[in-house]
């Protein structure tokens, strides 16, 4: 069976300073992962995509994730954070197109 | 290139009314889907569609419908309402079936049942 655990439901950072939303998951198969964003009444939007090719994996605005498949684990990462980054993000699970497996969410706050 | 369309953004439902939530796409993509969104779950897949003619239920379909007669349109149908399925609705579609697709969403419908 499938599960996707974000360890954090809501995170608060500075603006400028790092960002760290982690992401655990499940899965007898290997998988692909992703990241989407949700900003607030929007749709979903794709950050980045793993899928077996390098572990590190770069998205868009400045966002990164590790594959780190000892520890089942799919942080994202971003080094200094923008106040357009306030948003809910999701880690997803996918080992065909009929299983797919969204995280709970973590909602990502940046002070001024 | 409008993407992933749905209508009607918000909607109010009184218990046991019938509605439509619609869903077009102008991608040719063959795979379409329905995610229902509730605070601290995450999206949960209610119905999909590999192509025209073809549906499949997902995690959560009780109480729905779907149909695909063309490759744009994947309505999701509300047979008789009930506050249960207050929720966000999310409408995906990707080009393939590939597992490493990635899923275009519509910007959600947000449907009150009272």
């Known amino acids: 069976a499938q599960s996707v655990t974000q360890l954090d439901s809501h995170v608060s950072v500075s603006e400028g300073t790092p960002v760290l939303l982690r992401c655990n998951y499940s899965?007898?198969?290997?998988?692909?992962l992703f990241w989407y964003v949700q900003h607030p009444n929007k749709g979903l939007q794709l950050l980045l995509k793993y899928t077996s090719a390098a572990t590190l994996v770069k998205g868009i605005n400045g966002f990164e994730a590790e594959f780190k498949k000892s520890e089942t684990s799919f942080h994202l990462t971003k080094p200094s954070a923008h106040m357009s980054d306030a948003a809910e993000y999701f880690c997803?699970?996918?080992?065909?197109?009929?299983?797919?497996?969204f995280g709970p969410g973590t909602s990502l706050s940046v002070i001024p | 290139n409008a993407g992933v369309t749905q209508t009607p953004k918000f909607q109010v439902l009184k218990t046991g009314q019938s509605m439509t939530l619609q869903c077009a796409q102008d991608?040719?993509?063959?795979?379409m889907s329905w995610y229902r969104q509730d605070p601290g779950m995450g999206l949960r897949l209610i119905h999909y569609s590999v192509g025209a003619g073809i549906t499949d239920q997902g995690e959560v379909p009780n109480g729905y419908n779907v149909s695909r007669s063309t490759t744009e349109d994947f309505p999701l149908r509300l047979l008789s309402a009930a506050p249960s399925q207050t929720s966000v609705y999310f409408c995906?579609?990707?080009?393939?079936?590939?597992?490493?697709?990635?899923?275009?969403f519509g910007s959600g419908t947000q449907l009150s049942v009272l």
């Open positions: 995906a579609s990707t080009l393939g079936v590939g597992f490493n697709e990635k899923l275009f």
């Open positions: 899965s007898s198969y290997s998988p692909s």
């Open positions: 991608m040719n993509h063959e795979y």
């Open positions: 997803v699970v996918k080992t065909s197109y009929d299983k797919v497996i």
